[in-house]
């Protein structure tokens, strides 16, 4: 499937189309954006949303919240580190369903939002005991997606029999639920992977 600037291109306008207009410069005070793409059947009140997240969140700042239609949001933060805060503490849920985010930059219409990926924290059990390693955490974690920054004391399974890695997955493509370990050409085992705070998913 083409991209949207491929079909730009192959568009052809009238004179008066091609000329267009020149967006105006915003006036009021910088905020910060997310979009958030609520996967449930239900249509998201956004009064309901805000009691729900405003405390949770606990922003240093305001947040303002504007309905953009097809269960998307938009969240307006004044404090950027506000807006990160949100996306460390991923996956949240409404009504059990997954909340999918993703900022918005300058100059990208809502069309262009894919909402396709959520970071998870996924532990890692059922593995020989020579592979409980950082090593292995790593290889693991990338062959889910893309291993997000962690701490020391984060990645630390609960017990120590398993490992914990945080990652930002494709939610459009199923869930992995095992890995085979190999070793010198042999499986050497099948770990299981478990989803911590996994909710529904809403298509």
């Given at each position: 499937m083409d991209s949207l600037e491929g079909l730009w291109k192959k568009l052809s306008l009238l004179d008066e189309e091609e000329v267009g207009i020149a967006c105006p410069k915003?006036?009021?005070?910088?905020?910060?954006?997310?979009?958030?793409?609520?996967?449930?059947?239900?249509?998201?009140?956004?009064?309901?949303?805000?009691?729900?997240?405003?405390?949770?969140?606990?922003?240093?700042?305001?947040?303002?919240?504007?309905?953009?239609?097809?269960?998307?949001?938009?969240?307006?933060?004044e404090d950027e580190c506000d807006l990160g805060r949100v996306l460390e503490h991923e996956p949240w849920t409404y009504d059990k369903h997954l909340v999918v985010f993703e900022k918005v930059t300058a100059n990208v219409p809502i069309s262009a939002l894919a909402f396709q990926f959520t970071t998870f924290w996924i532990q890692i059990h059922d593995l020989p005991v020579q592979c409980l390693n950082q090593e292995t955490r790593n290889a693991i974690g990338n062959s889910l997606g893309t291993i997000q920054l962690m701490t020391d004391s984060e990645s630390e399974g609960g017990k120590g029999n398993y490992l914990r890695v945080r990652v930002q997955i494709d939610i459009t493509k199923p869930l992995n639920r095992v890995r085979k370990v190999w070793h010198e050409g042999s499986v050497i085992g099948c770990t299981i992977l478990k989803y911590e705070r996994l909710p529904n998913f809403c298509y």
């Open positions: 915003k006036t009021e005070q910088e905020s910060f954006t997310l979009a958030a793409k609520f996967l449930t059947k239900r249509v998201v009140n956004v009064e309901s949303v805000a009691r729900t997240f405003r405390p949770l969140w606990r922003s240093e700042k305001d947040v303002q919240i504007k309905d953009m239609g097809d269960n998307i949001l938009f969240f307006n933060f």
